[in-house]
C-alpha cells in the first residue's frame, strides 16, 4: 500500500492520553493523527477512578459539565477488614478535595470519559483499525508500518499505546512483567450496595492476598467492582472464558457476605492479569516519545494510570508548544519533567501489591494502624500535583531537576 499523508505529529493509541494530546495539538494549530488499533471504541474496564490532579486537566479541556453530569463524587475513600467489615480507615474526599485541591474526585465509566474526550477531536483526526507493527526512526522523520500493509511518516511519534506498547520496543527493549495477581471486573446494578445512594464513596476491603474495591458510577446506576486476587497464571488482555464468575466464587468463600453478595452479583465478569514494568532510564529515543501505560505501566493499587496518562498529555503539548524549541529537544524537557513524578507513583504503587495483600498477623495490625491515622493532607503530593505549568514554572522545574531536586509542585 501507498505511503499515506505526512504528519507533523503521529499518536499511537486512541485511549485516555492520546485523546487528549490529540485534542490539544490541534486545538493548536499542529498537524497530527491518531491511529488505534480496534475497528470501533470501546470501554473495556468499565470503573476508573479521577482524582483532582487529573480532574484538573480534563476541567480545563472544557468537559466539566459532562463529568459532573456522568459522573459520581466520591464522599469519601473507606477501608474494612476482609472478614468482619471492621472499619480500618476513611479519608473524607468530597468538598474537601475541592478545598484543597480545585476539584473533586470523579468515579466515572469508562465508556462515558471516553464518549466525552472523542467529542472534543477535530473530524478525521483518528483512523481505526490501525495496528502499528513496526516503528522505524530516520534522521528526520519517523516510519510508522501498520499490520495491513500501509505506512506512514511523521516528524514526531507518539506512543499511547498501553503497557504491550508497539512503539515502545523501537525505545526501550524489556517485556511486561507479571505481579503474580490478576483482577476480575464487573458490572452490578445500584442496587446490590443501597447505601451508595445516599453516601456515594470507594469501598476497600483488605485480605490475605486479595482485596475488593467497588464504588458508583453511570451517575450512580451501577456500581464497578474489581477483585484483585492472587493467581499462579497471568493472561495478557481480557478473559471472558465463562469461568471467570465461578472463579471469583471460590476466591472470596469466606469474606464479609458484603463483598460476596457484591462480587457474585454480576452477569459476566472479565479477568485481567496485572502487569507492569520495572521503570525504563528513558520515555524518549530522538523522534519517539511514550506516554502513559506505554511509557510507564503501574499496578492499580493507587488508581493512578488514567491520572499519570493526563499529565505526561499535558506536559508533553506544553513542551512541544514552547516557541523556539527544538522538537527533539522538547521531547527531551518532557521526558526530565515527568520521569521523577512517575517513578514515585511507580514506586508507591508497586509497594501497595504486598502492603494490600499481607496475611493477617503483626505486619497487618501495624499496617491498618497507619491506615487509620491517614488524612486528606496525606495525598497532597499526589491530589496536589498541577501538570499545567506557566512557561516560567516549567523553567524553574527544569532547573531544578537539573540540580536533582525532584520535588513535585503542590496547588498551594
Known amino acids: 500500500m501507498a505511503s499515506e499523508r505526512r504528519a507533523r505529529v503521529a499518536i499511537v493509541g486512541a485511549g485516555i492520553a492520546g485523546l487528549v494530546i490529540a485534542t490539544v495539538l490541534r486545538r493548536r494549530g ?5 491511529y488505534e488499533q480496534s475497528p470501533v471504541f470501546d470501554a473495556v474496564g468499565a470503573g476508573i477512578q479521577l ?3 487529573g480532574v484538573r486537566i480534563l476541567h480545563r479541556l472544557g468537559v466539566a459539565p459532562a463529568l459532573a453530569e456522568n459522573g459520581v463524587q466520591a464522599r469519601s475513600i473507606e477501608t474494612r477488614r476482609w472478614d468482619d467489615g471492621g472499619l480500618l480507615a476513611k479519608v473524607p474526599h468530597g468538598t474537601a478535595c475541592e ?4 476539584a473533586p474526585y470523579y468515579l466515572i465509566h469508562r465508556a462515558d470519559l471516553q464518549r466525552c474526550l472523542v467529542n472534543l477531536l477535530a473530524p478525521g483526526t483518528v483512523h481505526l483499525g490501525r495496528s502499528v507493527a513496526r516503528v522505524v526512526e530516520r534522521a528526520d522523520h519517523v516510519e510508522l508500518h501498520f499490520a495491513d ?3 506512514t511518516t511523521a516528524e514526531l511519534v507518539i506512543g499511547a499505546d498501553g503497557v504491550h506498547s508497539a512503539v515502545r520496543r523501537a525505545v526501550v527493549r524489556d517485556e511486561p512483567k507479571f505481579s503474580g495477581y490478576s483482577v476480575y471486573r464487573g458490572l452490578i446494578p445500584a442496587e446490590v450496595v443501597p447505601s451508595f445512594a445516599a453516601d456515594p464513596r470507594v469501598l476497600f476491603w483488605l ?3 486479595r482485596h475488593v474495591t467497588y464504588y458508583p458510577i453511570s451517575a450512580g446506576k451501577t456500581v464497578h467492582f474489581s477483585a484483585v486476587c492472587a493467581t499462579g497464571d497471568g493472561r495478557s488482555g481480557a478473559s471472558t472464558t465463562g469461568t471467570e464468575t465461578e472463579e471469583l466464587a471460590a476466591a472470596f468463600a469466606g469474606w464479609n457476605p458484603e463483598v460476596r453478595r457484591v462480587v457474585t452479583a454480576a452477569a459476566s465478569v472479565t479477568r485481567w492479569g496485572l502487569f507492569d514494568r520495572d521503570l525504563a532510564d528513558r520515555y524518549v529515543s530522538g523522534r519517539l516519545a511514550l506516554v ?12 493512578q494510570g488514567a491520572n499519570q496518562a493526563l499529565e505526561d498529555a499535558v506536559v508533553l503539548t506544553d513542551c512541544l508548544a514552547d516557541a523556539g524549541r527544538d522538537p527533539v529537544r522538547s521531547l527531551r524537557h518532557y521526558e526530565a519533567l515527568r520521569r521523577p513524578r512517575t517513578a514515585e507513583v511507580h514506586r508507591q504503587s508497586r509497594a501497595r501489591a504486598e502492603t494490600f495483600h499481607l496475611a493477617d498477623g503483626t505486619r497487618q495490625r501495624e499496617r491498618d494502624f497507619r491506615l487509620a491515622g491517614e488524612t486528606l493532607n496525606d495525598l497532597a503530593w499526589l491530589y496536589g500535583f498541577d501538570a499545567a505549568l506557566t512557561p516560567a514554572q516549567r523553567e524553574a522545574l527544569n532547573g531544578r531537576a537539573a540540580l536533582g531536586d525532584h520535588r513535585p509542585e503542590v496547588v498551594s
Open 51 to 53: 482524582s483532582p490532579n
Open 30 to 34: 499542529v498537524r497530527c493523527e491518531l
Open 207 to 209: 485480605g490475605p492476598q
Open 292 to 303: 502513559g501505560d506505554a511509557a510507564h505501566p503501574m499496578l492499580p493499587y493507587l488508581s
Open 99 to 102: 478545598e484543597l485541591f480545585r
Open 149 to 151: 500493509g500501509g505506512h
